[in-house]
């Protein structure tokens, strides 16, 4: 149970496109999903909370409208990445909790971006 | 914000010895600490959690300790195997504040036969 899914797993695309990743929660309901980046070698960032039914919530120095978020059902979130550039090639993985008290947070398998 | 860091970057050990990898938090609130093992290219895979109300917890060769008063949690391997080889993150988080985990930096794991 609780099976995480991405949409695409790998995408290139040209500078200024928009790109578009979704993410599923295939067995279970998610109220909330969240969306990190992850560069080479490094750490994973927390990008937003995606809450479903509401406005995401973005971490500092995240731009919103850069990174358009909608949770319009509990078991799908989209990440837009709009007019693309090549500093926002890098590893986009999503996780989804189970609600309520449920702390664990399981992973999409990740969408890889390379910006031409 | 709650701020997690993360020793060794880079661990090599012999098949069959044990690892340890260590972390500390910054914020004394938080209740919730996942370990996470990363292979190349794929998802994070949760392997062991441990909440605050529990200093403990083993699962097969893997086991987890946590200092609350020290505010430090460690993740121990033993009779590694080279599957093992991968990069682990340590993660903390506040639940009912969000509930956002707070990844560590990450810890390169290499078993050498």
């Known amino acids: 149970g609780a099976v995480v899914s991405q949409h695409p797993s790998w995408v290139i695309c040209k500078s200024g496109t928009s790109v578009k990743i979704e993410c599923r929660s295939l067995?279970?309901?998610?109220?909330?999903m969240f969306w990190y980046r992850q560069f080479p070698k490094q750490s994973l960032m927390l990008m937003a909370t995606?809450?479903?039914?509401?406005?995401?919530?973005?971490e500092q120095g995240v731009e919103k409208d850069k990174f358009l978020i909608n949770h319009a059902s509990l078991t799908l979130s989209t990440l837009t990445v709009t007019s693309a550039h090549p500093e926002d090639s890098s590893f986009y993985i999503c996780?989804?909790?189970?609600?309520?008290?449920?702390?664990?947070?399981?992973f999409g398998p990740g969408t890889r971006l390379l910006v031409l | 914000g709650e701020n997690v860091e993360q020793h060794p970057s880079t661990l090599s050990v012999q098949e069959g010895d044990s690892a340890v990898i260590k972390c500390t938090y910054s914020?004394?609130?938080?209740?919730?600490f996942p370990w996470y093992k990363q292979e190349l290219g794929k998802r994070p895979q949760l392997i062991i959690d441990?909440?605050?109300?529990?200093g403990e917890k083993k699962d097969q060769r893997i086991a987890v300790t946590l200092n609350k008063t020290a505010k430090h949690f460690s993740l121990h391997i033993t009779e590694t195997q080279p599957e093992d080889s991968a990069v682990y993150f340590c993660?903390?988080?506040?639940?009912?504040?969000?509930?956002?985990?707070?990844f560590g930096t990450g810890t390169q794991l290499k078993v050498e036969l």
């Open positions: 441990i909440r605050s109300n529990v």
């Open positions: 914020d004394s609130a938080s209740n919730y």
């Open positions: 993660a903390a988080i506040l639940t009912g504040g969000g509930n956002k985990l707070t």
């Open positions: 995606s809450n479903e039914g509401s406005k995401a919530t973005y």
């Open positions: 996780s989804a909790r189970l609600g309520g008290l449920q702390e664990t947070q399981y």
């Open positions: 067995d279970f309901q998610a109220t909330t």
